[in-house]
Protein backbone atom coordinates (compact mmCIF):
# COMPACT_ATOMS: atom_id res chain seq x y z
CA UNK A 1 0.00 0.00 0.00
CA UNK A 2 1.50 3.48 -1.07
CA UNK A 3 1.71 6.58 1.44
CA UNK A 4 -1.18 8.12 -0.13
CA UNK A 5 -3.50 5.16 0.83
CA UNK A 6 -2.32 5.02 3.80
CA UNK A 7 -3.08 8.75 4.17
CA UNK A 8 -6.86 7.94 2.47
CA UNK A 9 -7.31 4.54 4.61
CA UNK A 10 -6.93 6.92 7.37
CA UNK A 11 -9.13 9.22 6.55
CA UNK A 12 -6.35 12.23 6.28
CA UNK A 13 -6.18 14.47 2.90
CA UNK A 14 -2.82 16.40 2.97
CA UNK A 15 -3.17 20.10 3.22
CA UNK A 16 -1.45 22.65 1.27
CA UNK A 17 1.90 22.84 1.89
CA UNK A 18 2.47 26.45 4.24
CA UNK A 19 4.06 28.96 2.72
CA UNK A 20 6.87 30.03 4.72
CA UNK A 21 5.78 32.66 7.17
CA UNK A 22 9.47 34.36 7.10
CA UNK A 23 12.99 35.42 4.81
CA UNK A 24 13.03 31.40 4.20
CA UNK A 25 12.44 28.27 2.52
CA UNK A 26 10.13 25.89 3.66
CA UNK A 27 12.53 23.02 2.49
CA UNK A 28 15.77 22.38 1.16
CA UNK A 29 17.33 19.47 -0.62
CA UNK A 30 20.88 18.78 -0.14
CA UNK A 31 21.83 15.63 -1.71
CA UNK A 32 19.66 12.50 -0.70
CA UNK A 33 18.68 14.80 2.26
CA UNK A 34 15.45 17.23 3.04
CA UNK A 35 15.30 19.46 5.48
CA UNK A 36 11.53 20.92 6.35
CA UNK A 37 11.59 24.00 7.68
CA UNK A 38 9.53 24.15 10.90
CA UNK A 39 6.26 23.56 10.33
CA UNK A 40 2.94 24.99 12.84
CA UNK A 41 -0.14 23.54 12.88
CA UNK A 42 -1.79 25.75 10.40
CA UNK A 43 -4.60 24.69 8.33
CA UNK A 44 -6.09 26.71 4.79
CA UNK A 45 -3.76 29.52 6.05
CA UNK A 46 -5.14 29.55 9.59
CA UNK A 47 -3.01 28.97 13.06
CA UNK A 48 -5.04 26.28 14.02
CA UNK A 49 -3.68 25.65 17.93
CA UNK A 50 -2.27 28.54 19.50
CA UNK A 51 -0.84 29.19 23.32
CA UNK A 52 0.88 26.94 25.69
CA UNK A 53 0.86 23.80 27.00
CA UNK A 54 0.00 23.10 30.43
CA UNK A 55 -2.15 26.64 30.62
CA UNK A 56 -4.40 26.84 28.02
CA UNK A 57 -4.25 23.79 26.10
CA UNK A 58 -3.98 20.48 27.08
CA UNK A 59 -1.69 17.33 26.02
CA UNK A 60 -4.64 15.96 23.57
CA UNK A 61 -4.99 19.46 21.87
CA UNK A 62 -1.08 19.63 21.86
CA UNK A 63 -1.02 15.80 20.32
CA UNK A 64 -3.82 17.09 17.77
CA UNK A 65 -1.26 20.24 17.10
CA UNK A 66 1.63 17.45 16.23
CA UNK A 67 -0.26 15.67 14.09
CA UNK A 68 -1.46 18.87 11.83
CA UNK A 69 2.48 19.91 12.07
CA UNK A 70 3.09 16.64 10.78
CA UNK A 71 0.66 16.37 8.05
CA UNK A 72 2.64 20.14 6.51
CA UNK A 73 5.94 17.93 6.93
CA UNK A 74 4.76 15.66 4.13
CA UNK A 75 3.37 18.26 2.54
CA UNK A 76 6.35 20.01 2.13
CA UNK A 77 8.16 17.18 1.37
CA UNK A 78 5.40 15.72 -1.21
CA UNK A 79 6.14 19.13 -3.02
CA UNK A 80 9.74 18.79 -2.46
CA UNK A 81 10.01 15.40 -4.01
CA UNK A 82 6.34 14.98 -6.45
CA UNK A 83 5.91 11.53 -4.76
CA UNK A 84 5.91 10.69 -1.25
CA UNK A 85 6.74 7.13 -2.39
CA UNK A 86 10.20 9.04 -3.16
CA UNK A 87 11.24 8.93 0.79
CA UNK A 88 13.66 6.38 1.90
CA UNK A 89 12.88 6.94 5.67
CA UNK A 90 12.08 10.17 7.72
CA UNK A 91 15.39 10.39 9.90
CA UNK A 92 15.29 13.03 12.41
CA UNK A 93 12.10 14.98 13.93
CA UNK A 94 12.87 18.01 16.30
CA UNK A 95 9.41 19.07 17.80
CA UNK A 96 9.26 22.39 20.07
CA UNK A 97 6.37 22.85 22.27
CA UNK A 98 4.98 26.28 24.00
CA UNK A 99 5.21 25.60 27.32
CA UNK A 100 3.92 26.76 30.62
CA UNK A 101 6.54 26.99 33.04
CA UNK A 102 7.36 23.84 35.67
CA UNK A 103 4.90 21.79 32.38
CA UNK A 104 7.28 18.79 31.10
CA UNK A 105 4.79 16.31 29.05
CA UNK A 106 6.55 17.53 25.74
CA UNK A 107 6.90 14.11 24.60
CA UNK A 108 3.38 12.89 25.11
CA UNK A 109 2.45 16.18 22.69
CA UNK A 110 5.17 15.16 19.78
CA UNK A 111 3.62 11.19 19.76
CA UNK A 112 1.11 12.87 17.95
CA UNK A 113 3.71 13.58 15.10
CA UNK A 114 5.37 10.27 15.46
CA UNK A 115 2.13 7.83 15.78
CA UNK A 116 1.01 9.82 12.61
CA UNK A 117 4.00 8.89 10.71
CA UNK A 118 4.48 5.36 12.47
CA UNK A 119 0.72 5.02 11.11
CA UNK A 120 0.87 6.78 7.16
CA UNK A 121 4.97 6.08 7.18
CA UNK A 122 5.25 2.49 8.55
CA UNK A 123 9.11 1.32 7.69
CA UNK A 124 9.88 4.83 6.49
CA UNK A 125 9.04 6.82 9.75
CA UNK A 126 12.00 5.33 12.50
CA UNK A 127 12.92 8.48 13.30
CA UNK A 128 15.15 9.85 16.35
CA UNK A 129 13.69 12.78 17.65
CA UNK A 130 14.46 15.77 20.36
CA UNK A 131 11.18 16.80 22.45
CA UNK A 132 12.00 21.09 23.40
CA UNK A 133 9.99 22.80 25.76
CA UNK A 134 10.29 26.64 25.51
CA UNK A 135 8.86 29.63 26.59
CA UNK A 136 7.58 31.07 23.62
CA UNK A 137 7.35 29.92 20.11
CA UNK A 138 6.51 32.63 16.68
CA UNK A 139 3.10 33.34 16.32
CA UNK A 140 2.20 31.82 19.53
CA UNK A 141 2.16 28.43 17.98
CA UNK A 142 1.33 25.73 19.97
CA UNK A 143 3.64 22.96 18.34
CA UNK A 144 6.72 23.68 15.63
CA UNK A 145 7.96 20.50 13.66
CA UNK A 146 11.18 20.39 12.29
CA UNK A 147 12.51 17.48 9.87
CA UNK A 148 15.04 15.56 7.98
CA UNK A 149 14.21 12.97 5.08
CA UNK A 150 16.29 11.08 3.24
CA UNK A 151 15.48 10.57 -0.32
CA UNK A 152 15.66 7.01 -1.62
CA UNK A 153 19.36 7.26 -3.66
CA UNK A 154 17.48 6.55 -7.38
CA UNK A 155 15.85 9.66 -7.75
CA UNK A 156 18.27 12.35 -6.67
Not at 58 to 64: C, I, N, Q, R, S
Not at 107 to 118: E, I, Q, R
Not at 137 to 156: F, R
Request: charged content about 20%.
Amino acid sequence: MTIEERLEQAKLVLPDPPKAVGNYKPWVKVDNLIFVSGQFPIMDGVLRYKGKLGANLTVEEGYEAAKLCALNSLAQLKAALGSLEHLQVIARVDGHVNSAPGWTQQAAVLNGASDLFAEIMTDKAGHARTAFGHSELPLNAAVELVLIAVIKSEIH
